[in-house]
Each structure stands twice: as C-alpha cells, then as structure tokens.
C-alpha cells in the first residue's frame, strides 16, 4: 500500500466472515489494513446467526491495530464508514440488542414467504407491487418470523436494526438505517421511504422500522465510550456509508446510467446503476443506490468465489497443507491453463447453497453435468471456474434483454478479479471486455471511504469521483473459444430447466430426515 499523509478515512468492510479497517486517502489509495474475523453459527438446520457484539468488538480492535501500525495520528482521521453484508436483522430496544443477529445466509423464514405469496394471490402478483418475489432468505419473511416465534423479542423491540445500523449505533448512539440496506427489506425507490403499506398488509408494525438516512449523511459523532474503544478521538464524524454492494458500485466506479461492474467473493454479483425505477424480475432486485439519484439493478449469485473455495478445500487438500506452495489458488489458475476451454464438454452449476439470480430458488443444489472416465481433476477445477462464468453471463443476458440495457464491458472487483486466467475465461464466456482496478479486493471499503468524502464535502458529488479512476487491466475475448463457450452456455441453462423438479423433490425432503 502506498499515499499521501493528510486526511483519511477508516472505511469498514464488515463481511460475513471477518471485517477489515481500511485506512484510506482522498484519492481512493489505501494506506493500511488490518483484519480480523468472526464467526458464524447455526444453531439449526437452515439457520445463520452472529453475534452483532463481534462484529463492534472486530471494528474496535482492527481500529486499535490500524492506529498502531500506520503512523497517522488521530488527528488526522477526518471520519469513519461502514460497507456492510446487507439483510442482517438484529431486533434492538433502548438498551441494545435483544439477540443474536440473523444473517443474509439464514433462509429459516421458507413458511413466512409461502404465506406472503399467498396473501398476494402468488409470487408474480407480489413482484410486481415489491420488486421481487420472495424466498425464506429475504428480509420480510424473517421479520414475520420472529413476530410469530420470538414472541417475547418482538414485544420489546423498538426497531429492528441491519449491520451497518447497529455499527452506527455502537459508535454514535443513534439508531438509524441507511437507505441501500433498507432497500433490501422493502422501500419505496420514488418516495426514498419503507413500503409502510406492505408492511402493514402482513401485520409488521411500523413503528418498528428505523428512521432512514442517506449514505453520505453525517450520522452522528464518536461517542467518549466508543473513541476509547476504538483509539479514535471522541467527536470523529461518522458517516452513514452503504451496503456492501452498493459500496462496491462506487468503488467500482460504477457511477452513471448503465454503467456495469461484477463482485466476485464469497458470493458475486452482477450490479447495473440507473436512473430508472424499474420492477424486479428473474431473481434481479432493484435497490437504492449509494448516491441518491439512482437505483442499482442487483443480480446476485449465492457462491462465486465459494466455489473456488469449496474445490480448492475438497480436491486441493494435500497442496492447501504444504508448506512450500504459498499461494494454492495461483497453482489451480496454473492447472486451469492446461485444460482447453469447454473443460472436454464439462459442465458445473455453481449453485452450492441455492441460488438467487438467474435463477430464484432455494432449493437447486450444484452438480457436475456429463462426467467421464477421461476428466481429471484439471476438468473439473476448469469446469468451476467456467461455470461461475456461465451464471454471470446468464445474469448479463438477463439485465439486457430483461431490463433493455447495453453493457458493452464489465469491470469486476473482488478477490476473485486477482486471478487472470479466470478473468481471460470470464471475458470469452461473455464475449465482454473485462476490466480490472488496482486493489480490486479493497474497493468495497474504498467505495464506502469515498461515501465519506462525499458527506464530508471532499468531492462535490459521486460523478466527480470518475477523475480519479484508474484501470489496472484489461481482458478481451478470444475468438477462437467463442464457438465452444457459445455452445455450452445453452446446454448449461437447460440444465436448471430439466432438473428443476428434481431438485425440489429431492431437497424438500432432506430437512425430514435430518431430524430423524
């Protein structure tokens, strides 16, 4: 990392797994970073849970430890923000939280989405009039949830708050929630207020919604208590920031109508800003953006770069535990290389936990279609990489033809935008050019800093950030792996199609035998 001293920010990318303190400069550089993790439980079958005090605790010391070791004095840090994993419900009264949170991964609520649709005739009568259908995965059902099962909690809670609300409270004392991250519960994005009326129709009571904040709102000052925590002067602005994804558009540079960028993580996404308000449709949401004035269609994959993951922990075992092999997913970009493309006509759907976008359904599970004696390991590390391609260019064809959009170029982000070969696959599966920007798995948190710039008056607006971008890479299509890739991108979609049924059959039962 490298930047000019003066002004900063300590932006906060607060994960699933872990938060990072990003120290960051005027010009988008981050200066220093440290991380630190925390778990995840699941007390049950299809449950997702933290513990919100983790998340405060993981900010305190990464805060503390940045101090230590980046040479900037407090006087110096101009003010905080967060980039937060979004749907995180942590029911609070004026003492603070009254449990655990229940995280986006967490799809408990199936029974409260089934009623909802029905209490809207079906699922397309509720998309229209919301957005989107519903899954046991969305933030309306859970809250219908813990009205129906948490009784007692329900009672006591004044509002409910999502991460970066409950960040915000800890530091400033206020309770608040950010318009993106309110956006994915449910609000109007022409009026910027919750659809009180919906909410309402299924029995949720309205005064229990949070009062809403712009992402680049002042929200508050350090609190004594939480400056000391934190190593930070007691007064230091806090400024709203935004959801995860909404952080990463901005990061991203992702800033005026049509313009595309694709996260690649643990999960991915394929996000699109507009000006519009369109409906949802496909399993693509429309949620408020960081700036205001737009909207950001949001097509997201539950595992992208999990897969990776997945494969390297199951098939990589032996090199992951080497000592003399420093970096296991560089060896697998490596061994990718060798296989041609197509993987010899095998297929992977990377669909490990359900899926959202394409496709919309909880119950669709990954598979390895038209394996042979003949593939080795290579294939179907190939196949996992390419598949993750087939579902991005799927969402792609999606937002174009769905929602009238031209995306000529895609500019990808995440830890997965570190490896060139699975950028060079990306880029001939879409047949898209493919940008890539320095630190491209920081620009969550440096989106989010520049959401801070913003509120304190360092930029005039969003659109000015552009003078400052700056491309690192570019991948094009190759030519010659059209025809293969062209080829099995169809078949891979008739997959989902043929075994649609299949999987609901199978895996609806799978929760029953568990129990016994």
């Not at 535990?321 to 697998?332: C, E, R, T």
């Not at 359904?361 to 038209?370: A, E, L, Q, T």
């Not at 570190?418 to 989106?447: C, F, H």
Request: charged share 25%; aromatic share 12%; glycine share 8%.
């Amino acid at each position: 990392f490298g930047g000019n001293m003066g002004e900063y920010i300590i932006a906060y990318d607060v994960g699933t797994s872990c938060n990072k303190a990003l120290l960051v400069d005027k010009n988008g550089v981050p200066i220093s970073s440290t991380i630190e993790s925390y778990p995840i439980y699941y007390p049950q079958i299809n449950y997702a849970e933290q513990n919100p005090d983790d998340w405060w605790d993981a900010v305190c010391k990464t805060t503390r430890d940045l101090m230590n070791t980046c040479g900037v004095k407090k006087e110096e840090i101009i003010g905080m923000t967060f980039s937060t994993q979004m749907l995180g419900i942590v029911p609070v009264d004026k003492n603070g939280k009254l449990s655990n949170a229940i995280i986006w991964l967490d799809s408990r609520a199936i029974k409260e989405a089934d009623w909802m649709m029905k209490k809207f005739i079906n699922s397309k009568i509720f998309a229209l009039l919301a957005g989107a259908p519903l899954t046991g995965k969305d933030g309306m059902p859970k809250l219908l949830w813990i009205k129906n099962n948490e009784k007692e909690i329900y009672e006591k809670m004044i509002y409910f708050l999502d991460v970066d609300g409950y960040l915000i409270y800890k530091a400033t004392g206020n309770m608040v929630m950010e318009l993106s991250n309110a956006s994915a519960f449910g609000i109007d994005l022409k009026k910027k207020d919750w659809l009180r009326w919906i909410f309402n129709y299924i029995g949720f009571d309205t005064k229990k919604l949070p009062p809403l904040v712009k992402s680049t709102d002042i929200v508050g000052k350090l609190k004594k208590e939480a400056a000391e925590e934190c190593g930070l002067l007691e007064g230091t602005p806090v400024i709203a920031g935004a959801g995860d994804a909404l952080c990463a558009s901005v990061g991203s540079f992702a800033l005026e109508e049509g313009d595309t960028h694709v996260y690649l993580g643990t999960s991915g996404w394929v996000g699109v800003i507009t000006k519009k308000h369109p409906t949802g449709k496909f399993g693509i949401a429309a949620i408020q953006s960081a700036d205001y004035d737009y909207s950001l269609l949001f097509a997201e994959t539950e595992t992208a770069g999990e897969c990776l993951r997945w494969i390297k922990d199951e098939f990589y075992e032996k090199e992951s535990q080497d000592p003399n092999i420093k970096n296991v997913y560089a060896l697998m970009d490596e061994e990718v290389k060798k296989v041609p493309a197509g993987s010899d006509f095998l297929i992977f759907t990377p669909w490990l936990y359900g899926e959202r976008a394409p496709i919309n359904d909880c119950y669709v599970r990954s598979s390895f279609i038209n394996l042979c004696i003949n593939h080795k390991r290579e294939n179907l590390l190939r196949a996992v990489y390419e598949g993750v391609g087939y579902n991005i260019r799927w969402m792609i064809e999606m937002l174009e033809k769905g929602f009238n959009f031209k995306i000529p170029n895609l500019r990808i982000i995440g830890g997965g935008a570190k490896g060139d070969i699975w950028m060079q696959i990306i880029s001939d599966i879409t047949n898209k050019k493919v940008e890539v920007l320095p630190y491209p798995q920081e620009r969550g948190a440096i989106g989010a800093a520049f959401i801070g710039f913003i509120g304190l008056n360092y930029f005039e607006n969003f659109s000015s950030l552009k003078k400052i971008l700056k491309i690192e890479k570019t991948f094009y299509p190759e030519e010659e792996n059209k025809k293969i890739y062209d080829f099995l991108y169809e078949k891979y979609k008739l997959v989902y199609k043929n075994l649609k049924k299949f999987y609901v059959d199978l895996n609806k039962e799978v929760e029953s035998f568990k129990k016994t």
